[in-house]
């Protein structure tokens, strides 16, 4: 049975955000802020490290759907975990793919983002938004009449 969410319920990511920490930034490279996990190392293991990567990038989509999570944020966290198995597939670049891209820390930021919204945007006045409008507008016809018409 899942929980459904409120607005007013943050769910509990605790195990989740230890997970994520635990794949993705279990240790910082000496020297650097580069930090990398479990994932990584795994990923090392040519063809069964690829495989494990993609069931435990998997592991937080069931937890999005075990927590009641809409459809489509599943899809943008299956897009994160597609792309980290597709870039495994290729030596040494998916290694490299994989510590830059961290879909776990995504997938758990996308997670944050659902469960735990950050306080509402005051709606900004009409004539504010207008006139930032009309600005942007006349900010990029400068540029294109300046570099491309004169």
Known sequence: MTATPTAHTPQPL?????????????IRIPGTNIKVGL??????IPG??????LGLGSWFIYEAHRLG?????????ARNVGIDA?????????????????SNR???????????????????????????RLSLVLGVAALVWWFWLR
């Open 14 to 26: 605790h195990r989740v955000e230890r997970v994520a920490a635990l794949l993705d930034d279990l």
């Open 39 to 44: 994932d990584s190392l795994i990923g090392l």
């Open 48 to 53: 069964v490290g690829d495989v494990m990567g």
């Open 69 to 77: 999570a809409p459809a489509a944020l599943k899809w943008r966290m």
């Open 86 to 102: 597709v870039s495994g597939l290729v030596p040494v670049l998916g290694d490299i793919v994989d510590v830059a891209y961290r």
């Open 106 to 132: 995504r997938n758990l930021d996308l997670l944050r983002g659902h469960f735990r919204p950050a306080a509402p945007i005051r709606k900004s006045g009409s004539r504010l938004q207008l006139a930032v």
